[in-house]
């Protein structure tokens, strides 16, 4: 199976691995998201963990192998990660494994599982207090360059950090808006120079679309093209952010990578090779994915 590129994610629309719904989302899908992760983690309650990942493993293996969207999973901890791992027949229905609270303190448990299925791609989750610490972003940075899979995207888990802080998103308050708006800044400049792409955060104001624009918009700005989110009707709203921005990026994209000048200008705007060649190049292969 080959691993999922970052620009194929799009908006990931999380399930609880309890949906009523579960084994016709995973035939179908849901609200046209590209990519779908069943989660058994933090929308599970620890009594119905059990129950979750087996109803899980078996709705997996009774599912189409070939759908026109991604499915990943997001286990508990470690050792539901190696019950799923267990099933050949379920691990068969999905496209990788989205890792939570993974920082350098939980590197290793994690590792000693996935070290015995190195050819599974990941998305291990930075959502830690760990995190408001800029030695401790290095050492994870470190500890996600040691692991041996394959590695599409970091995801940022927002909710799980307001919650460090004793916080919780306001009406109106973009996740820019928040304390988090320094600790996004730490994690793209650390780990994006080291050639990680990021998923953006959950916009939880699930009944306002102009607040979750506003977010979308300021996500794009950041570079990011990926977004978690939580309820289906997000799902067209951040895609057509996603659309209309590489409509707008992608023309600038090849206009500077097919010029042999140095500077010029294109849209009002000054193109320079030296500085926005990366960029350049990061645009076009995104859209060479969706």
């Given amino acids: 199976m080959a691993t999922p590129h970052y620009g ?3 908006a990931s629309l999380y399930v609880p691995a309890t949906h009523k719904a579960l084994d016709q989302i995973l035939a179908v899908g849901c609200h046209d998201a ?7 983690e933090d929308a599970v309650t620890p009594d119905a963990v059990a129950w979750a990942v087996q109803r899980l493993i078996k709705a997996l293996k009774a ?3 070939d759908v026109s969207f991604l499915r990943f999973v997001r ?6 990660l190696r019950q799923l791992l267990e099933s050949s027949d379920a691990m068969a229905r999905i496209d990788g494994m989205v890792i939570p609270k993974f ?3 939980t590197m290793s448990a994690w590792r000693e599982v996935l070290n015995r299925h190195k050819e599974l791609a990941i998305m291990p989750t930075l959502e830690t207090p760990a995190l408001f610490s800029e030695n401790s972003v290095i050492a994870t940075l470190k500890a996600v360059q040691a692991l041996c899979n394959p590695i599409i995207a970091l995801r940022i888990g927002a909710n799980d950090l307001l919650g460090a802080l ?3 998103r306001q009406p109106g ?3 820019y808006d928040t304390p988090l708006r320094s ?5 793209i400049t650390v780990f994006r120079p080291a050639g990680f792409e990021l998923s953006a955060p959950v916009c939880d104001l699930i009944g306002e679309p102009d607040t979750l624009s506003r977010e979308v918009a300021q996500d794009i700005a950041w570079g990011f093209y990926a977004k978690t989110c939580v309820h289906p009707a997000q799902v067209a709203l951040i895609e057509e952010h996603f659309t209309q921005a590489m409509a707008r990026q992608q023309p600038q994209a090849h206009a500077l990578l097919n010029s042999a000048e140095a500077v010029f200008k294109d849209s009002g705007q000054m193109l320079e090779a030296t500085c926005h060649v990366s960029w350049a190049k990061r645009v076009v292969a995104l859209q060479a994915t969706v």
């Fill in 75 to 80: 286990p508990r901890n470690p050792f539901v």
């Fill in 8 to 10: 194929q994610l799009g």
């Fill in 183 to 187: 600790t996004i800044e730490r994690l």
């Fill in 63 to 65: 599912a189409p192998q």
């Fill in 173 to 175: 308050q973009t996740l």
């Fill in 166 to 168: 004793g916080l919780k």
């Fill in 103 to 105: 920082d350098d303190t």
């Fill in 34 to 40: 590209r990519s779908i992760i069943l989660c058994t």
